[in-house]
């Protein structure tokens, strides 16, 4: 499975972005996807994670009401709509691919490369 992640860029804060993360190759074997983020100098943290079918997903406390995952299955991606971004919100983001939406970085054994998200005060 091969992941591809975009949509990053500068905004300031108070708005919004959607990050994309497209999947190919044997999708089945990665039926959830998540997104991480690492800013710089700290560690990598959860963000928000959903299943195939939609029916679980996942939020970190930070992401619960300003973040919403959501995919089309059809085009094989996942979305995350990020509003009302804060400074703190800055940090590369990163998708992963694995069997179940948890919050847990360790199943997800396929990662896309990074987006940068700056979010300017």
């Known amino acids: 499975v091969q992941l591809q992640a975009s949509g990053g860029g500068l905004v300031q804060a108070g708005g919004s972005l959607r990050l994309s993360c497209v999947a190919s190759g044997r999708t089945f074997d990665a039926p959830a996807i998540a997104w991480f983020r690492q800013a710089k100098g700290k560690e990598r943290e959860f963000v928000a994670a959903m299943n195939w079918s939609g029916n679980t997903k996942n939020y970190a406390d930070s992401a619960k009401g300003r973040f919403t995952i959501s995919r089309d299955n059809a085009k094989d991606t996942v979305y995350l709509q990020m509003n009302v971004l804060k400074p703190e919100d800055t940090a590369d983001y990163y998708c992963?691919?694995?069997?179940?939406?948890?919050?847990?970085?360790?199943?997800?054994?396929?990662w896309g490369q990074g987006t940068l998200v700056t979010v300017s005060s």
């Open positions: 992963a691919g694995g069997p179940l939406a948890v919050t847990s970085s360790a199943p997800y054994a396929y």
